[in-house]
């Protein structure tokens, strides 16, 4: 079966400080992947998305990048955090192939920028 | 025109009780998703649904995908007190990969 796993699960930063979150899934090969915002009580805003290897779109402009080194791995990063990136941030698969539209996500990860 | 407007934004109801909440759009989506999201974890899906017209049920709850493709519901029946939690819509519009999701629902009940 599938799984999804990102890391850490919390994070407690300073302003400028850089960023590096991690996404990896299992059981599953060319995966669509996803990174998600969700502010407090707010819903789900999207990132960045990667069909393949190298290849990332991103939805919004901002201070954070992404990447996607292998497969199945997918890392969130900024090299100088701002107070307002804090957020729980989801990373997210999705079948590659069939485009069945489901997406799966990990715990998320909770970011605290101070 | 790719957002999502999802109502109510939150219900206080009692054990018992049935739910209802949707999902709009001014665009076609060709997949709408349910998710539920406990406090401090990601969403977990609830049902995913296909086809413009379609009903699905999983167990207590029910959505159903509007026959515009623009809409989506989502109910549930005899709430209990673990439907706590955050319910999100989601929509894969038709012609692109990525997924839009609504703000949410804030479900509390009470027992």
């Known amino acids: 079966s599938q799984t999804i796993h990102q890391w850490p699960a919390t994070l407690v930063q300073p302003v400028g400080s850089p960023l590096s979150l991690e996404c990896t899934v299992e059981?599953?090969?060319?995966?669509?992947l996803y990174w998600y915002r969700q502010a407090a009580g707010r819903g789900l805003q999207l990132l960045f998305y990667s069909v393949g290897i190298g290849q990332i779109s991103s939805e919004v402009p901002q201070n954070l990048s992404a990447s996607r080194p292998q497969d199945r791995q997918f890392i969130l990063s900024s090299k100088k955090l701002l107070l307002s990136d804090s957020g729980f941030y989801l990373c997210a698969w999705s079948d590659g192939w069939e485009s069945t539209g489901e997406l799966f996500f990990g715990e998320g990860s909770r970011l605290t920028v101070l | 025109g790719q957002q999502l407007n999802q109502s109510p934004q939150s219900m206080f109801i009692q054990e018992g009780e049935d739910v209802s909440m949707n999902c709009t759009s001014s665009s076609i989506f060709n997949t709408w998703l349910w998710y539920k999201q406990d406090p401090g974890e990601g969403p977990v899906l609830l049902i995913a649904?296909?086809?413009?017209?379609e009903l699905t049920s999983n167990g207590r709850l029910t959505a159903q995908f509007g026959i515009t493709r623009k809409d989506s519901f989502l109910n549930i029946s005899a709430s209990i007190p673990s439907d706590v939690g955050i319910y999100f819509c989601a929509g894969r519009l038709y012609n692109n990969n990525d997924m839009r999701f609504g703000a949410g629902t804030r479900l509390t009940v009470k027992p």
């Open positions: 649904l296909y086809k413009a017209g």
């Open positions: 059981g599953t090969s060319n995966p669509n």
